[in-house]
C-alpha cells in the first residue's frame, strides 16, 4: 500500500505524463495537420469539379481545364504538408518550471 502511495507522488511520474500529455497536444494541434487537411480537401472538391467542367467552362479558362489543375496543385500542396508533419512531428515545448 505504501509502494503505491509514493508512486502517486512521484514527481517524476507526474513530470513524465505532464511531457506526454505536451507531446501529444503539440501532435495534435500541429498547424501543418491543419493546412494539409484542408488543402487535401479542397482540393478534392476542385479537381472533380475540373474533371466534369463543360465546353463553356474549358472555353472561359482559354482553353485550360483550370479547375482540374488547380485542384491537383491544391492536392500536391496538401499531400506535402502531411507528409512533413509526418516525416518531422511537432515537438513539445520546454517546460519553463523548476524542476526542483
Same mark, same amino acid.
Given at each position: 500500500?505504501?509502494?503505491?502511495?509514493?508512486?502517486?507522488? &512521484? *514527481?517524476?511520474?507526474?513530470?513524465?505524463?505532464?511531457?506526454?500529455?505536451?507531446?501529444?497536444?503539440?501532435?495534435?494541434? &500541429?498547424?501543418?495537420?491543419?493546412?494539409?487537411?484542408?488543402?487535401?480537401?479542397?482540393?478534392?472538391?476542385?479537381?472533380?469539379?475540373?474533371?466534369?467542367?463543360?465546353?463553356?467552362?474549358? &472555353?472561359?479558362?482559354?482553353?485550360?481545364?483550370?479547375?482540374?489543375?488547380?485542384?491537383?496543385?491544391?492536392?500536391?500542396?496538401?499531400?506535402?504538408?502531411?507528409?512533413?508533419?509526418?516525416?518531422? *512531428?511537432?515537438? *513539445?515545448?520546454?517546460?519553463?518550471?523548476?524542476?526542483?
Amino acid at each position: 500500500m505504501s509502494e503505491n502511495a509514493e508512486e502517486a507522488n &512521484d *514527481p517524476l511520474v507526474e513530470e513524465t505524463e505532464a511531457e506526454r500529455s505536451r507531446s501529444a497536444a503539440a501532435r495534435l494541434f &500541429d498547424i501543418r495537420r491543419v493546412i494539409g487537411g484542408l488543402f487535401v480537401a479542397y482540393g478534392l472538391v476542385v479537381g472533380v469539379v475540373g474533371i466534369f467542367d463543360g465546353p463553356a467552362e474549358i &472555353d472561359k479558362a482559354q482553353g485550360v481545364r483550370i479547375n482540374l489543375w488547380a485542384g491537383l496543385a491544391m492536392l500536391a500542396f496538401g499531400l506535402l504538408f502531411l507528409l512533413w508533419q509526418w516525416l518531422r *512531428p511537432a515537438e *513539445p515545448p520546454e517546460s519553463t518550471g523548476d524542476r526542483g
